[in-house]
């Protein structure tokens, strides 16, 4: 899916909608060069629109994983999930969330099809898209709240890497994570600085390979099914 480049007046009037340029965001990435290039180095764009900054982030990303990594079907795999969790954004339109998360995870596997055709895995594949469902959400970042008929606080999940194949995940709270000086005044931030900020998860994960978490996830969910009864 390509980005869009037109936005209705309406949409302008009633969101501020507007859509950075490919060349913009380039330059404005480039000021940030060498964190875009590092894997595991996080971002997070609070009105994401339908992906323009990510999309560009997940590209550098992946040509370093593909540089270093291609020989290995295994460790591409790996650091790529790394990267696209590294990801995050929020936006108010559902549109653009839906689109954000398309556009993403086709810059993965357009990468991924190319260099490993048939050996290509869906179980990766599908380790992906729950990784953006988590990670691109549907919400209004000055609310802190999702959007919906039931609106929540926003929660993103960390994902880190623990004896090679197996991940990590912590879920916080975004308005904790807010709370932080450093993160207060950056409409998009990475992880990187000397001033450490350790916030308190509000749920914690077993370790899990990383080809198995849309699995585990459909698992939970018939576990919370059967709580329900």
């Known amino acids: 899916m390509g980005e869009r480049q037109t936005v209705s007046k309406e949409r302008i009037t009633n969101h501020g909608e507007v859509y950075t340029q490919k060349r913009e965001v ?8 060498q964190e875009t290039e590092r894997i ?28 270093r990594y291609k020989k290995s079907q295994l460790e591409f795999e790996r650091y ?25 995870f086709e810059i993965f596997d357009s990468r991924y099809r190319a260099l490993y055709k048939e050996a ?5 594949r599908a380790s992906i898209r729950f ?22 606080p926003i929660i993103f ?28 005044a950056l409409p998009m931030f990475s992880d990187l600085g000397e001033d450490v900020f350790i916030p308190t998860p509000i749920k914690e994960y077993p370790l899990i390979h990383f080809l198995e978490l849309a ?3 459909q698992n939970l969910s018939a576990d919370d099914a059967d709580e329900r009864r």
């Not at 180095?41 to 593909?66: D, I, M, Q, Y």
Request: net charge negative.
């Open 157 to 184: 999940s960390e994902w880190s890497p623990v004896n090679g194949s197996m991940l990590k995940r912590r879920d916080f709270s975004f308005q904790e994570l807010l709370q932080h000086e450093s993160m207060r």
């Open 120 to 124: 290509a895995n869906d179980q990766c």
């Open 131 to 152: 990784i953006l469902d988590r990670n691109i959400i549907w919400g209004d970042a000055l609310t802190l709240q999702s959007v919906g008929e039931d609106p929540q």
């Open 215 to 217: 699995e585990e996830n």
């Open 80 to 104: 790529a999930v790394l990267a696209v969790s590294s990801l995050y954004g929020i936006d108010i339109l559902p549109d653009n969330v839906q689109a954000c998360r398309e556009r993403l």
């Open 26 to 33: 380039n330059a404005m990435l480039d000021l940030v060069k």
């Open 40 to 67: 595991e180095s996080r971002f997070l764009e609070p009105a994401c629109g339908t992906g323009n900054f990510l999309t560009a982030v997940l590209e550098r990303k992946l040509n370093v994983v593909e540089k």
